[in-house]
């Protein structure tokens, strides 16, 4: 039974973040990557058949952002006639569409628990540094757009070298604009990418993935599936993710030996084994893997 579903409803984005699959360290469009959405359709016959036992529905993307989506509002607006009670949420760099569009999302998300992510790492001086292309003041006059019209925003800040300095007038500016939660993490991605620009706030300590044995499966404990955008569904997000990323090709053949319907049943099959995916010990392992990221989590109101 299907309880939330994550949507990476587009490929589209205007930013070049250096640790995305999307490109390769921040140059061009990886070459496992086309453009293009989730039709609306398609969208609709990934829903229908969990419609009474969803949860929750998000839209975050691995090598997309959810605003480049010309059917977004469509999709939530079709899913909350169907069922008001549905927790919508989304991650974004923010700097995508008008302040318009936004005001109309903040309409749509109503409900209690429904949200927006802003992906904002410092200020005007820091966040294209690794948030490369995406335009600060329309990151915060789109935000607060959206939060005058009554969403909820949350600000979360990737901390690097050189933002981290930061964090408490980023904290201070978040309260002051009306955002609901401030979260501060820093990337665990350092074992996939050697960035010379770019360096971690503390010293990134290299976690043999491999010698990890205890798994805490984020999909199973959530009952959730992942959708990318081209419809093609994976067990999660980091699984699916690997299907694109070209710099972590040869820790995860035996992911890309498989079909993504195969992988529905092989990642349960590995982890019954004991023998879980590299992927999964990276994501989910008990003592390390991305829940070790998180640094702080503010709720503002």
């Not at 604009?177 to 620009?197: A, I, P």
Request: aromatic letters at 10%.
């Amino acid at each position: 039974m299907t309880k939330i579903l994550h949507i990476e409803n587009t490929s589209i984005c205007n930013a070049a973040c250096p640790m995305c699959a999307r490109n390769v360290n921040g140059e061009g469009i990886a070459s496992t990557v086309t453009l293009g959405s989730l039709p609306f359709e398609k969208f609709q016959q990934h829903v229908l058949p969990h419609l009474l036992t969803l949860d929750k529905i998000f839209f975050c993307g691995s090598v997309g952002d959810p605003c480049g989506d010309k059917n977004l509002l469509k999709a939530i607006t079709w899913v909350k006639s169907l069922r008001p009670d549905m927790v919508i949420g989304l991650n974004t760099n923010g700097s995508i569409q008008n302040v318009e569009w936004w005001r109309k999302l903040a309409q749509q998300l109503t409900g209690v628990y429904d949200y927006v992510v802003f992906s904002i790492d410092g200020l005007e001086d820091t966040n294209h540094i690794y948030r490369v292309r995406v335009p600060w003041h329309k990151i915060m006059t789109n935000a607060q757009s959206f939060i005058d019209a009554g969403g909820s925003a949350h600000w979360d800040m990737l901390v690097f070298e050189h933002n981290k300095h930061q964090v408490e007038e980023c904290k201070a500016l978040a309260d002051s604009m009306g955002f609901t939660w401030f979260r501060v993490k820093e990337t665990d991605r350092w074992d996939q990418f050697d960035l010379k620009s770019i360096k971690p706030a503390s010293e990134a300590n290299y976690i043999d993935y491999n010698n990890i044995d205890v798994i805490q499966c984020e999909r199973n404990i959530e009952d959730s599936t992942y959708i990318d955008y081209k419809g093609q569904e994976f067990p999660c997000c980091h699984i699916g993710e690997m299907y694109y990323s070209t710099t972590q090709r040869d820790n995860n053949e035996d992911i890309l030996s498989h079909t993504p319907e195969e992988l529905m049943t092989e990642y349960q099959t590995r982890l019954d084994n004991n023998n879980p995916f590299y992927t999964c010990k990276r994501a989910c392992g008990k003592t390390a893997g991305k829940h070790s990221q998180w640094k702080q989590e503010i709720q503002l109101k």
